[in-house]
């Protein structure tokens, strides 16, 4: 049987008033410090997330600009690719239509001369021929 004396009271009473002057003193300023602490992490996680978030976003519209951007670039680059084609065919016509024109000039100009040619050849051959005339004649 538990016997029941005033040591037993004396004792309970100390360990009570150890207990609270432990928990007044030691474990509120503590819990204080770590309840501080836990709400700053909570808060710093929330942080973080809003943060993770923030990023995923601006990834992706990242992402998408640099579609948008390859997208415009290639249409550029076949504008130019038809515009330097177009530019290409129209030089080669002007450069065929130039060669035409002087080789149609040339060939003016050599006929010309060829007519000049043979109408000096004529004039001479007509002189020749009176020439040879007289000297069987004559």
């Known amino acids: 049987m538990i016997d029941i004396n005033i040591t037993v009271v004396i004792q309970t009473f100390n360990f009570l008033a150890l207990y609270y002057l432990l928990k007044w003193v030691f474990f509120e300023p503590i819990l204080k410090v770590m309840d501080a602490r836990n709400t700053k992490l909570r808060s710093l996680a929330r942080g973080f997330k809003d943060e993770k978030d923030e990023i995923a976003k601006l990834q992706g519209e990242y992402d998408s600009s640099m579609r948008e951007i390859y997208s415009e670039a290639g249409a550029i680059r076949s504008k130019s690719k ?3 084609e177009s530019e290409k065919k129209s030089l080669l016509q002007k450069a065929n ?3 035409a024109r002087l080789l149609a000039q ?3 100009t050599i006929d010309t001369s060829v007519e000049e040619l043979e109408t000096s ?6 002189g020749l021929q009176g020439e040879v ?3 069987f004649i004559g």
């Open 97 to 99: 239509e130039e060669a």
């Open 121 to 126: 050849l004529n004039s001479e051959v007509v």
């Open 82 to 84: 038809e515009e330097a």
């Open 106 to 108: 040339k060939k003016k």
């Open 133 to 135: 005339l007289k000297k």
